[in-house]
């Protein structure tokens, strides 16, 4: 007798430590719900999925995020430049000096005189407000945004060419292409004894670029530097002189640098920083509030684990109470139950991050299919300013998405995991 108890007392021991076989075979067997314990089952499923979508849109919703904010954080610095480099008080006619010296300064990639000016554009089919950027050929050529994505004509020769530069929105918009015209009309012409008469002057085209920025593409208008000194009577000066620098995110260093260069006693300095902050700001609080929204899909996929679980540790109640008295510990009643629900969460977080990435990966053929699904425009190009939808999948940020959805799965498996051990044999046998 006293031989069978102590063979019986060091099995049930060796039997229930941590994670032991037969707790994952007793969890899989209550995952795997039979015929009669199908609603079990069903909660299980719907708990799955629920861990599953939350975990997919919150990678697919944030990863639309990241590309909206690089693809228009690459246009608009493409474009517009790191720094802006103003003459206080007098006209900026010594601009080339204050460039070369510029152009010395270790990490400065790209220096350009330009002049800014707004005209009315007209065509025979409509008229359109435009804003000019007077630029030399090399300015144009530092721009790879712009040179990178001409569509048609050419730059070559652009300093001497006569002509314009345009979107190519702004060439559909007028029904324009290379070789044909556009009339350009400033209200700062010629000043005469009635008052100050408008400028108008027609323009061929010499090229069209595309920057998939729709906003940029229908307003953007390059002319010749020395076309746009005349035209705004500028004379040898120009507005301002951009900085293109290797790295944006240094900015404050080189904007440092690049003021001791040039002669900070006369010279304004604003960066992309400061012209920008508004709009880079909205976009954060935008994704930050997008994340926070979002992640109540998967909390709430974790309450639906907890109510499956109580209502399974409702239905195992003899089962549990069979396994105690066969010699189980608390901790091992604990333990099953603990990976019945952390199961559900582990594999629906996995389903989920696999899911999301793939979306992501084909989001742009999927647009084009619901688009051409339900006949209608979907990301208009007009409201949200590029042409295609960006998506871009950062590993950290993915990772934490994952690593939130695990901890509020087994966060969520705890509690009633915990009743489970806590339910007492007698009274669960009492009337069965």
């Known amino acids: 007798m006293r031989g069978a108890g102590s063979t019986t007392s060091a099995t049930g021991q060796a039997g229930t430590r941590a994670f032991a076989p037969f707790e994952w075979m007793l969890a899989g067997r209550y995952l795997r719900a039979r015929r009669k314990e199908g609603f079990i089952s069903v909660i ?7 861990i599953m979508l939350g975990v997919a849109t919150l990678i697919i919703v ?16 493409g474009v517009n430049g790191h720094m802006v480099v103003n003459k206080l008080g007098d006209s900026f006619d010594d601009y080339k000096a204050v460039a070369g010296r510029i152009a010395k300064v270790p990490g400065v990639a790209h220096v350009a005189p330009l002049i800014e000016g707004q005209v009315l554009v007209t065509s025979d089919l409509k008229s359109q407000g435009a804003f000019v950027r007077g630029i030399t050929e090399k300015g144009v050529m530092g721009l790879d945004m712009i040179s990178k994505n001409l569509r048609f004509g050419t730059f070559k020769g652009f300093d001497h060419s006569g002509g314009i530069a345009i979107g190519l929105r702004m060439a559909a918009v007028h029904g324009v292409n290379v070789g044909r015209t556009l009339t350009l009309v400033s209200p700062r012409g010629a000043t005469t004894p009635f008052g100050t008469a408008p400028r108008i002057k027609r323009y061929p085209i010499v090229a069209v670029f595309e920057l998939g920025m729709a906003e940029y593409d229908k307003t953007i208008l390059l002319m010749p530097l020395g076309e746009a000194q005349k035209y705004f009577n500028k004379g040898k000066g120009v507005d301002v002189v951009e900085v293109m620098v290797d790295d944006p995110q240094k900015i404050a260093l080189m904007r440092t640098a690049v003021k001791a260069a040039a002669a900070p006693d006369k010279i304004a300095i604003t960066d992309w920083r400061q012209r920008n902050q508004a709009f880079f700001d909205v976009l954060k609080v935008e994704r930050v509030t997008m994340f926070l929204i979002l992640s109540l899909i998967v909390v709430v996929a974790a309450f639906n684990i907890i109510s499956g679980m109580m209502i399974l540790v409702k239905d195992k109640g003899r089962d549990i109470a069979v396994l105690r008295t066969m010699g189980a510990s608390k901790a091992a009643v604990m333990r099953i139950f603990l990976i019945t629900g952390a199961s559900i969460g582990v594999v629906g977080t996995i389903a989920g991050l696999i899911l999301g990435i793939i979306f992501t990966l084909n989001i742009e053929s999927i647009r084009r299919f619901v688009a051409y699904l339900s006949s209608t425009e979907i990301f208009n190009p007009d409201i949200y300013f590029l042409t295609n939808l960006p998506a871009k999948i950062e590993p950290l940020e993915t990772g934490f998405i994952v690593i939130m959805a695990l901890v509020l799965s087994v966060v969520a498996t705890i509690y009633p995991s915990w009743r489970a051990s806590r339910l007492d044999p007698v009274e669960a046998l009492r009337y069965e």
């Not at 299980?44 to 629920?50: E, H, V």
């Open 44 to 50: 299980a499923g719907f708990s799955f999925l629920g």
């Open 62 to 77: 944030m990863a639309v995020m990241n590309g909206f904010r690089d693809e228009l954080y690459q246009k608009v610095l």
